[in-house]
């Protein structure tokens, strides 16, 4: 294969996969910006009532006081997990109709972690998902088509990362003659705008391969976490097998105590229910982070049996999740403050233009063709037509 025929073959490699992808990137790149404040953003469109002065070194209160307050403002119904906030004093609720129900049924009731004081009996799941950022979570994860829809925008960002791995092959050969940062501005629109299209893209080239990869690996978040309950929970549930839910629940306070002295020096960020829909039906998992700034990224699941309160395993995360879990953070900037997150937003609103210059380009390439096709066509009809001798 010679030269010109690899560069011809990266540039339908780049056109194709940049073509079908562009439209969905864009939807996903114009969603995220919003995503990438959703902590600020979340705090200023809360109704909640704010969490209670209370003085300093003031004690939590008991899990069991939360789940009870629950329980009592839903008596039908039972508890499907604990959330902690890593930066508010407070705690979720999550309530469901009947254990596994949590993602038909759910709602979750926020309480001060301190006082125990209900700050917020929330809406539905359903009908959160349905406020502005529930629509712009949604468009950005799976487009309102569930796994389907996570899949799909994963395979969108895989063509994304192919188009920019062929982008770059292409940038050497298409930019040879002229110097980095050169913009034709004095030349034709559509000139100018495939100089500012291949600059902006090799100078974002790095980030926009980071996110479209963490992204491709955050739309595979369900089938990986499926993965892990299919192969080594089921292995660790073995010797429950056929066990369902325990009529009495041991203490919630209590599997959380187990589970910070099975791995001293975390605390917990989430606990599962026995009969969660990702969890165990006959355990608590609690999952635990650190304090760094590396393993608060990262949890151990610790598996607390739900009948007697007493540990069952500490569970070892396998590759695939450390993975999913270090990506999250990484695609939103979501770990070193507003600074970060500001560039990324930066960053996010170039990506926008290199999308959008790039389909510019193309039609304005299409446009120019066919305006050449008709002009051949009308020489050719001309050529053809009989000529005409005078009388």
Known sequence: MTAASTIKTWYLVHKW???????????????????IFHHEIDHWLDDAKPVSEVPAGTPPARLDTLVDRARAMYPSEVVDYLFFDPDEPQVYVGMAKKPGDGQVSGHAVRM??????????GPPYAQDRYTFMGIMLALHVDLFAGLPGELFLGFMGLLFCVAIVSGVVLYGPFMKKLSFGTVRAARSTRLKWLDLHNLLGIVTLVWAFVVGLTGVINELST???????????TRILEPYKGQGVPPALASAQGAADTARKALPGTEVSFISFPGNAFGSPHHYIAWMRGDT??????????????????????????????ALELSRPL?????????????????????????ASGLYLWLARRRATEARVAEIIRKHQQAAEPQRTPA
């Open 223 to 233: 089938p990986i976490f499926r993965l892990w309950q299919s192969t080594e929970l």
């Open 112 to 121: 001060d972690a301190r006082t125990g004081e209900v700050l917020l009996d």
């Open 17 to 35: 996969t940049s073509l079908v992808c562009t439209l969905f990137l864009l939807v996903i790149c114009i969603t995220g910006l919003p995503l």
């Open 331 to 355: 695609h939103f900037g979501d770990y070193a403050g507003m600074p970060l997150k500001i560039l990324w937003a930066i960053l996010d609103i170039v990506t926008i233009v290199v999308l």
């Open 293 to 322: 700034p590396l393993t608060s990224r990262m949890s151990t699941p610790v598996l607390v049996d739900g009948k007697t309160g007493e540990l069952t395993t500490v569970a070892r995360m396998p590759w695939y999740l450390t």
